[in-house]
């Protein structure tokens, strides 16, 4: 499935006219199928999962799908340029049409092709090319995270083929599943003096115990007694950032959600809401006066709980 030896539009499995709502939504279908948090020590789909956002990442791009689109894979080889492609075929049209396609001519490839030729001396009418040179291979890895490390910001060691001791990056506070950071450089070395390639990260944030994340709110099921539901009561709630103090409503019906402003996660200039879902707890012990107790609370209630309930 890999993009290198299959159309970018079979890899997605799109027609090459689809619309860039269409794109996004086939993207994120296989996405979910093939997430190695979903296929966990699934090898196959973890290379899947890399051809579909490798391929996307192309199409995603109004421009390099233009590129992608008149070139093929000829597109995707590092240092392409498409200036001097459309120059190349214009040129070659010149020649065929004049009857003497390559009379005594010749075109740099390694410029065309930005090193996709590296490693190989060839020879034209003008003695032997020197070795061109070629980019580095893109190196690609994960970076686990705890959700106190996104909410916070982290600095996490990367282990890279290649490398004897590992690379720091700095996650910025927001990051999410699937989110990727490029370090120019940072990748493979390159062959005939050619530039490094890039280390390409993607981040995948490992689910909390106790708090869920949706997008940049956070949500916290507080258990609380029956004294504090009924009486209300001040709390203190945990959240990344230190304890807050929150006063529960007299009252609260279990499920109540209380909003903490801006105690979410941030993300560039936004932030999110925490909530607090209230979890009401019945005590363990027994107790025959305090079950007698709840037996009378029976006259308190305005009209039965489950009046209007209907299936």
């Known amino acids: 499935m890999s993009p290198n030896n299959k159309d970018l539009y079979q890899v997605l499995g799109v027609a090459r006219e689809v619309s860039a709502d269409d794109l996004r939504a086939a993207y994120r279908k296989l996405a979910r199928k093939y997430h190695p948090d979903v296929n966990p020590g699934d090898k196959t789909a973890e290379e899947n999962f890399k ?10 791009d109004a421009e390099k799908r233009k590129t992608y689109d008149e070139f ?16 190349y075929s214009q040129w070659k049209g010149r020649r065929e049409q004049s009857g003497r396609p390559f009379e005594r ?15 190989q001396a060839y020879s034209s009418g003008f003695g032997t090319r020197a070795q061109p040179k070629m980019r580095g291979q893109d190196i690609y890895a994960i970076a686990e995270m705890e959700l106190a490390q996104v909410v916070e910001g982290a600095e996490v060691s990367i282990n890279t083929p290649g490398s004897s001791k590992p690379t720091r990056v700095r996650i910025p506070m927001g990051a999410q599943t699937g989110d990727t950071i490029r370090l120019r450089g940072k990748g493979g070395p390159g062959m005939g003096g050619g530039p490094a390639g890039d280390l390409v990260i993607e981040t995948r944030v490992r689910p ?3 708090v869920q994340r949706d997008g940049l709110n956070l ?13 209300g009561a001040t709390i203190e709630v945990p959240t990344f950032s230190g304890s807050v103090k929150v006063k529960v409503p007299e009252r609260s019906q279990n499920g109540t959600k209380l909003r903490l402003k801006n105690k979410g996660i941030r993300r ?15 005590p363990e012990k ?5 079950a007698e107790q709840l037996r009378k609370s029976d006259e308190l209630y305005a009209e039965p709980p489950r009046k209007e309930l209907r299936l």
């Open 219 to 231: 949500t916290l099921r507080l258990p609380i007694t029956l004294s504090e539901a009924y009486n």
């Open 72 to 87: 093929g894979e000829d597109a995707l080889r590092g240092g392409f340029d498409a200036e001097q492609a459309r120059a």
């Open 105 to 119: 001519e010749y075109v740099d490839l390694e410029d065309l092709f930005g090193g996709a030729f590296a490693g």
């Open 208 to 210: 909390h115990a106790k």
């Open 268 to 282: 560039k200039d936004k932030r999110g809401d925490f909530f607090v879902v209230l979890e009401l707890r019945l």
């Open 286 to 290: 027994e107790d025959a006066e305090f």
């Open 51 to 60: 051809a579909i956002s490798s391929a996307y990442e192309v199409l995603s």
